[in-house]
């Protein structure tokens, strides 16, 4: 396939005046010309070279991929790392016990040699980007299906990595950018050593919890340090006693000023997906399909988990991490189902492919290139909406619901070489030694009481709501028999099953044979079987093609606007600045919230609402010191107009100078619909004030000793 050259530059180009300033995920290894314009006429004072250089420290040297999913950025010339609490909440959790429950009382390294390791928990840091578009796309042509298309490109990509991965530890990926059209190479540092040093207690970090979440106001102190850790000679290494404190090439000062409506506002991040140049059916499909799929799987399983956590502290503590991560993105789902419908985003897609249409019958040329594209895409999306449904049914209900049903998954290639004899007994013991770390982590959080309740409600919704032709077999002949109560057939399998039991799955380890026979073995064996045959027919229609051609005949029909790629998990800037909100007739927020909010919604003795006695005493004193703003207020949380989606959690909220003013950590309710189409009148980015972080390390914590390595602008 060919790729004009004038595309590419309409993608790159930073920016037109039509463009808005508060919109925009860009790529921040492109800021020139106009968009820098842009952003200093806002009120930026940094040059490009500050923000975003490999040839000298810049505000990209700060920034990290942070886990697999989150940001981060350092904060001291020793190598501290703040993210958001709900970023580390899996380390803390993990580090918790009944005795030593570091999820309510918070913790507080008093030393480098108190700060806990993290096994597995990495952070990366961009080293190296490349457009490799020529290459990648190097022998594909307009003629190739779409499966030739992917092996010429994965081909291409293999030994564009293999060339530049040969050191270690590095990372290289390379990343499509609007839709197939653009292809950048991207090499990370990836250093393997982080260690927990401090979190606020449970009633600051999750403060709110789920009733607060993607909603503003907000009154939570969501945050949590690390710190980084290198060999001697400054290289990424595995955890040694012997590995010193990261010396980065920058870090980022903390400010004191406080915000204003219309201070500018900078956030780099590692955004995780959007899907802002989509078609209709795309939208109607997450609206009416895949939102509701998503909303009835995770409320079942969420009754049964708040059933038990409630019941039992030690559970609590087993499952904090678990819950909130089924929990956000429940949530998360009924918002955007919501305002996906307020906001009328299905209606102005339809209005844009109409425009397109009108737009490439008005020449012959465009006629021919473009012609039967959004035909094509009506047709694909047609046919996934007979499929949806159940695929969502088969993730969130099937394999992975229960635990113990997707856990099965993990001996899945174990006992199928044992059944083919494909490996010898010598590496078969060696397998099965290899998975006994994995079975001590699992059981360390695993309560067989809830998990056999939430798989029993999950696979009776499973059957209930999923028609009988695109059922997995088992389930189906189970829930014929049983009238659709699946309580005897769980309780059964959980009896005679090895996965549950601890002390026979370590026997089975010892002398492993083929797991047919096992009931939940079974159970995951048949439902992943049956999600493989739905979704190998769900893709005998392929939207590739179209996509791309409608992603570059947008560019070309509307060439004042500059396009910025959706988000992929590559770092990119926002900016804006910030501003109140007016999210409905006769409706304001301020921009932002103040300790004061914080005690007005104290509920004591509530899982979402309690605080720690130490913040009270604190608010009751006024004892607030040099972080209380002009007022006197101790200021929480602010807004802003930037635009970030999930990724970004854990990003700095950068000011004119360069400096750290807050820590980005959710979006707004009536902006739900956002990570499909940005909704300039009321998007905003909820962030936690850097002065209540300072605030609780000092005052609250009294923690000098990570104050004093932290460089303070006041």
Known sequence: ??????????????????????????????????????????????????????????????????????????????????????????????HSSVEHDYLQTGFWARSKGEELPNKGLTVSFLNYIEDVTGAVLKGVTDNMSEEERAKTIQKNGKMLIEKRGKEGGKRVEIVPFYHGNQFILFEYEVYKDVRLVACPPWGIGKYGADTDNWTWPRHKGDFCIFRVYTAPDGSPAEYSKNNIPMKPKHFLPISLKGVQPGDYTMILGYPGSTDRYSHS???????????????????????????????????????????????????????????????????????????????????????????????????????????????????EAGWRGGEAVAFANKFLRLSNAIGQKSLTDEQIAGYAKQMKPEVDAFFKDYNKALDRDVTIALLNLFYKDIQPDQLPALIRKVGDKAHGDFTAYVNKAFDKSVLVDKSKLDAWLDNPKPLDKDPIFALMYDIVKSYVTLDEASETVNNGHAERLYMQGLMEMQKERNFYPDANFTMRLTYGSVQDCHPADGVTYSHFTTLDGVMAKYKPGDWEFDLPKDLISLWEKKDYGRYADKEGNLVVNFITTNDITGGNSGSPVIDAEG????????????????????????????????????????????????????????
Request: aromatic letters at 10%; one cysteine or more; charged letters at 25%.
């Open 1 to 94: 396939m060919k790729i004009r050259t004038s595309i590419l530059c309409i993608a790159i180009a930073m920016f037109v005046t039509a463009a808005r300033a508060d919109e925009g995920m860009w790529q921040p290894y492109f800021i020139n010309g106009q968009n820098l314009a842009e952003m200093q006429r806002l009120g930026c004072k940094l040059t490009a070279e500050q923000i975003f250089s490999f040839n000298q420290p810049s505000l990209k040297d700060a920034i990290v991929q942070f886990g697999n999913g989150c940001t981060g950025e350092l904060i001291s010339p020793e190598g501290l790392l703040l993210t958001n609490h709900h970023c580390g909440l899996g380390q803390i959790q993990a």
């Open 281 to 395: 059916g795309s939208v109607k499909n997450v609206m009416e399909l895949e939102g509701p799929a998503i909303i009835a799987c995770r409320t079942t399983k969420l009754e049964q988990y708040r059933k038990h956590m409630d019941a039992d502290p030690a559970v609590f503590i087993q499952y904090a991490s678990k819950q909130a991560s089924v929990s956000n993105y429940w949530k998360y789902s009924i918002g955007q189902v919501k305002q996906l419908k307020n906001n009328k985003v299905y209606e102005k897609r339809l209005a844009q492919e109409q425009a397109f249409r009108e737009w490439v019958n008005a020449d012959k040329g465009r006629k021919a290139k473009y012609d039967g594209i959004l035909e094509e895409q009506d047709r694909y999306w047609e046919h996934q909406s007979k499929y949806t449904k159940a695929l969502i049914y088969h993730r």
């Open 659 to 714: 400096n750290l003013i807050g820590l980005a950590f959710d979006g707004n309710w009536e902006a739900m619909s956002g990570d499909i189409s940005f909704e300039h009148k009321v998007q905003r980015t909820i962030c936690m004030d850097m002065r209540y972080l300072l605030f609780i390390i000092d005052k609250m914590a009294n923690a000098q000793n990570l104050l004093q390595e932290l460089k303070i602008v006041e």
